[in-house]
Nanobody
Framework: QVQLIESGGGLVQAGGSLRLSCAAS????????MSWFRQAPGKERAFVAA???????YYADSVKGRFTISRDNAKNTVYLQMNSLKVEDTAVYYC??????????????????WGQGTQVTVSS
């Protein structure tokens, strides 16, 4: 059974940084893409970043140049380094993993397994 556990959220001032982690278990981590989504109050869950099994990365336009996704296959963990945070980055951040090897995308339907989320709050 796949389990994804996020950590690293918190309260930070605008312009600050946070690093989120997502620890995965249940199957061979290195075979699968991983992604981060976020959901702000009253809004739909939205794509933030993804990293393939081959380390190719994808980013939403709103976070390009500020966020970096990376993975450590030895630790079964994916990270999201968030710099130059803005108030509008405030959201619950979720990591996700697709059901099938090789699948990667920016849509909710591309992912089958989800973590419980971690709150990121950016104050002005």
């Amino acid at each position: 059974q796949v389990q994804l556990i996020e950590s690293g959220g918190g309260l930070v001032q605008a312009g600050g940084s946070l690093r989120l982690s997502c620890a995965a278990s249940g199957r061979t981590f290195s075979y699968y893409a991983m992604s981060w989504f976020r959901q702000a109050p009253g809004k739909e869950r939205a794509f933030v970043a993804a990293i393939g099994w081959n380390d190719i990365t994808y980013y939403a336009d709103s976070v390009k140049g500020r966020f970096t996704i990376s993975r450590d296959n030895a630790k079964n963990t994916v990270y999201l380094q968030m710099n130059s945070l803005k108030v509008e980055d405030t959201a619950v951040y979720y990591c996700a993993q697709p059901e099938r090897v090789g699948r990667i995308g920016t849509g909710l339907d591309d992912y089958h397994h989800w973590g419980q989320g971690t709150q990121v709050t950016v104050s002005s």
